[in-house]
Structures are given as structure tokens and as C-alpha cells.
């Protein structure tokens, strides 16, 4: 660790906290973060020269596994013609078509940076085409750093322990409402109060960021009946769900159509890309049609789009690595739960797909409330040793472990071996 911990201590003099993400920081664990140099696959390189399985996959967008020949192309040809020109191009309108053609809900698409530019915009135009205000969203899903959507965030602001963030006014929040996640109840009581000032209910169809909470049978349909009852819009944010779960993303897994989706990461293969979209007489509200504005010089950059659209036609046309992966997902996170019981080790598994979580506590874990319950003391000692063991990890009790078509079962067996070897030495402390 020489090198990482040599670029951390220098890192920390001119970065804040030494990260340009919480989520990469490794405080929550004691060590300093790891400093990649290098990947390919299913593995991450540090600059020290150890090697790491990689469980992370970039939060999720490597889902064919890092540097894909056929997207590592792509983007080497997309460059020779020019990095960036802000201005429109061909592969962009590739992309919009690509998007409306594979997601069943969406007819409009627009492009944008990140993720949190794809939610913040989302709810403006979901304000601007209902003419109200007020958003409901759920404790511990996260949807970016945008001021009206830090409260009772997950992901990051749930592991550093604050609740919401110190910089934002407090009128930027007062029009977002909190409910609990998988509990409908608590959003019919909002709606009964104040259904005719909410524009809509954002939610992570699966929830994410507060480790892995699978929605509860009727949880995704009672929102989507409750929206339709008071002419609210439902939002998905499908950042992480988007082109993971299925082609079509966790609306196609699961059967329920949103309003407005969001995405991230995933559509520029890795890329900093994200995109928000839906019906068309929804998103003609966004400027320059509507009165909804909403801009982004760089947005739709070919290079990344090059990328994205590579990645998006190899799932389209081999949907056998929907097929492949999530039923990867069953086996592996179904041995770990084996395991679990099998050591007494205290902990539960949840997990959708190729997402997965161990929580370190007994609780079955179904919300925010129950997700805290863990012991992130323990899971730290637990990171600790993966990390030392050559597998990688988000170094947060609260995040999701990703699986990629280019992990092989041989590679989870050994995982399995290492978090066997681990509880079986805890037995003996």
C-alpha cells in the first residue's frame, strides 16, 4: 500500500478529503483508499501493483467488465474524430433512438451529464408539466446531490452519519416530502394530505444506496396506482437499475411502467453521461420546445456516447447476458446467504439480479430504518479482509456489490472460500 498511501497523504492536501467522491473514501474502514491504475475484465490494479476481483464495476456501468475490446474501439475512433465539439452530432440521435427503441416508456429522451443532472432535471420537468411543487421521496435512496434530494439521503451521506447536508437552505427542501420505502401506507398519508400539491414520487425501484432493498411484492405497483389516482407522475431512478437488471431496466424486470426515467453511467459505458426521459408530451416540456429550461454545454459528447452505444447494442443483441448474469446473481448471493447461515454469522443477504448487499446485522433488512440496524464496526473488519485478500469492495456498509458477465464462476467460488475462511475465523477470536 506504499503508493496509494503516498498519492492519499498528498491527495489530502489538495482534494477535500483526498477524494473527489465520499464514496470512494476508505475512512469507515481506517485505511486509505485504494489508487487504480489499471483494469481489465473482472479486475482492478493499484498503483502498488495488487490486484482486486472487482465487485464494484464503477458503481455498476461495467457490466460487460472493464475495457471491452469492442467499447475500448469505439471510443479510440470516436476520439480521432474530436474529443468535444458542443454542438449536435449523428451518434446522439443514435443514442435518443437506441433508448426509445429498448425502453418501452420512454418516446423522448434528453442527454446530460450525470446522474444527479438527470434527476434534478427530471423533477423540474415533472413540476413544470403538473404545476406543482411538492416531490415525494423515500428514506435512504439516493438520487444525487441536488439540494431539494439530500434528505434522509443513503450512499455516501449515509455513511458519513449526516442526515442531510450543511449548505442547503432550508427552502429548497420544504417541498420534498419523505416516506418509507416499501411501505405504502406511508405514502397513502402524504397523498391524503397534500395529494393535490405533489408532482411526484421518485423512486429507486430497487433501493441501492442503502446497501440492496429489493421492492416488496406490490410495493412498485401500489405507486404507480397511487400516482395515477391524483394525477402525480411516478419518477424511476434507474441510475443504477437502468440496462442492469434487464434490457429494459428494473420497469421491464419488474412489470411497471414510470413517467420519467433517469439514468446514469451506464448508457456511456463507464463514462461521465447521464439521461433523463419519458413520454413525448411530458418531455416536450423541456426547453427549447417548452418552458422547462434545462442545458448542458457538453451533454451528448460523442466520445461517451460512442461508448454507451457500443455497450447498449452488445446487451441488446446477446440478451443471453441478462439470461447469464442474473442468474449468476441467484447462485452466488444464494451460497453466500448458505454460508451465512451455515457459520451463524448474524448477517442477512439481499440482493435483485447482479445487485447485491450483506448486511451485518440479523434483521431482515426492508427499509432505511432496518438497513441502520447493521453493524458497520463489524462490516469494516469484514471489508478489511476481502480488500486484504486481493477482492474488492465499496468500502461503505451501504452500498450494493455488482457482478459483470465477465466474472466466472471459478472467481465467486474462490469469493465464496474467502468469506468462509472469514467467519469461520471469527468463530475462533
Known sequence: MTKSESLFKEAVKYIPGGVNSPVRAFGSIGEAPRFIERADGAYMVDVDGNRYLDYVCSWGPMILGHNHPEILGSVIEACKDGLSFGAATRIEV??????????PSIEMVRMVNSGTEAVMSAVRTARGFTGRNKIVKFMGCYHGHSDAMLVKAGSGVMTSG??????????????TLSAIYN?????????????????????????????????????????????????????????????????????????????LTTFGKIIGAGMPVGAYGGKKEIMEM????????????????????????????????????????????????????????????????????????????????????????????????????????????????????????????????????????????????
Not at 442526515?163 to 429548497?172: K, R
Not at 443471453?320 to 447461515?341: Q, S
Open 183 to 259: 411501505d405504502l401506507e406511508s405514502v397513502k398519508e402524504l397523498f391524503d394530505k397534500m395529494g393535490n400539491e405533489i408532482a411526484a414520487i421518485i423512486v429507486e425501484p430497487v433501493g441501492a444506496n442503502m446497501g440492496v432493498v429489493p421492492p416488496a411484492a406490490g410495493f412498485l405497483e401500489g405507486l404507480r396506482e397511487i400516482c395515477d389516482n391524483h394525477g402525480s407522475l411516478l419518477i424511476f431512478d434507474e441510475v443504477i437499475t437502468g440496462f442492469r437488471l434487464a434490457l429494459d431496466g428494473a420497469q421491464g424486470y419488474f412489470g411497471v411502467k414510470p413517467d
Open 94 to 103: 443514435e443514442m435518443a433512438e437506441m433508448i426509445c427503441d429498448i425502453v
Open 286 to 429: 423541456v426547453s427549447p420546445v417548452g418552458a422547462v429550461y434545462q442545458a448542458g454545454t457538453l451533454s451528448g459528447n460523442p466520445v461517451a456516447m460512442a461508448a454507451g452505444l457500443t455497450q447498449l447494442r452488445i446487451l441488446r443483441d446477446h440478451p443471453e447476458i441478462y439470461t447469464n448474469l442474473n442468474a449468476m446473481g441467484d447462485w452466488f448471493y444464494g451460497e453466500i446467504g448458505n454460508l451465512l447461515k451455515e457459520a451463524n454469522a448474524g448477517c442477512t443477504i439481499n440482493h435483485t439480479g447482479s445487485l447485491g448487499c450483506v448486511f451485518f446485522t440479523e434483521n431482515p433488512v426492508d427499509n432505511y430504518a432496518s438497513a441502520k440496524t447493521s453493524d458497520t464496526e463489524e462490516f469494516a473488519r469484514y471489508c478489511k479482509y476481502m480488500m486484504g485478500h486481493g477482492i474488492y469492495l465499496a468500502p461503505s456498509q451501504f452500498e450494493a456489490m455488482f457482478l459483470s458477465a465477465a466474472h466466472t464462476k471459478q472467481e465467486l467460488e474462490q469469493t465464496l472460500d474467502l468469506i468462509k475462511d472469514y467467519f469461520a475465523g471469527k468463530k475462533k477470536m
Open 162 to 175: 449526516v442526515p442531510d447536508s450543511a449548505g442547503v437552505p432550508s427552502g429548497c427542501t420544504e417541498d
